[in-house]
Antibody, heavy 118, light 108 residues
Framework: QAQLVESGGGLVKPGGSLRLSCAAS????????MYWIRQTLGKGLEWIAY????????YYAASVKGRLTISRDNAKNSLFLQMNRVKDDDTAVYFC???????????WGQGTLVTVSS | EIVMTQSPATLSVSPGERATLSCRAS??????LAWYQQKPGQAPRLLIY???TRAPGIPARFSGSGSGTGFTLTISSLQSEDFAVYYC??????????FGQGTKVEIK
């Protein structure tokens, strides 16, 4: 059974950095495109970063482009999100999610809370 | 960016009754639509993909319909565990996946 577990969230000051990790088990991470999706009370669910199965193609939402970097280590079945120059608006629960071949996100982590505050 | 709009924001339904949730896309997305259920403190759970195909393990009381810009999620007879927030999401625009703002189904 596919499982995703995020870690690395916490309290960070504006302008600071944080690295989120997502450990995959029960399936081969390298067979799937992956996303980071965040959720806030104000903006709901928002996709912020995409990485293809090989790691060679990435895309970012305009709200995070140039500050957040998605990467993966398929040999270690792990996905990452490096967050730099964080802003108050980055406060959210961050989920890693697997996009199923037919469509839709068929596996999600439990989420990790990132709070940006001075 | 494709904007997804859900209605109503809140739906009050009695257990055993039918619930009908709507989702509209700002442009045609064919049948590239998924529905999710989210309970407090949990991640969203995939219910429906391709607008009408139930994900594995999803009860038959959940059904989806629609194509193009208009979609519906129907829960035929609400059970206590169905009270939650429901989201639609389009995957026609790669890789810019967008979600609706959600419909909360609450006990009447």
């Amino acid at each position: 059974q596919a499982q995703l577990v995020e870690s690395g969230g916490g309290l960070v000051k504006p302008g600071g950095s944080l690295r989120l990790s997502c450990a995959a088990s029960g399936f081969i991470l390298g067979d799937h495109d992956m996303y980071w999706i965040r959720q806030t009370l104000g903006k709901g669910l928002e996709w912020i970063a995409y990485i293809n199965y090989s790691g060679l193609t990435t895309y970012y939402a305009a709200s995070v482009k140039g500050r957040l970097t998605i990467s993966r280590d398929n040999a270690k079945n792990s996905l990452f999100l490096q967050m730099n120059r964080v802003k108050d608006d980055d406060t959210a629960v961050y989920f890693c999610a697997r996009e199923g071949p037919p469509g839709g996100f068929d596996s999600w982590g439990q989420g990790t809370l990132v709070t940006v505050s001075s | 960016e494709i904007v997804m709009t859900q209605s109503p924001a809140t739906l009050s339904v009695s257990p055993g009754e039918r619930a009908t949730l709507s989702c509209r896309a700002s442009q045609s997305i064919s049948i590239k639509l998924a529905w999710y259920q989210q309970k407090p403190g949990q991640a969203p759970r995939l219910l429906i993909y391709h607008a009408s195909t139930r994900a594995p393990g999803i009860p038959a009381r959940f059904s989806g319909s629609g194509s193009g810009t208009g979609f519906t999620l129907t829960i035929s007879s609400l059970q206590s565990e169905d009270f939650a927030v429901y989201y639609c999401q389009q995957y026609n625009d790669w890789p810019l996946r967008t979600f609706g703002q959600g419909t909360k189904v609450e006990i009447k």
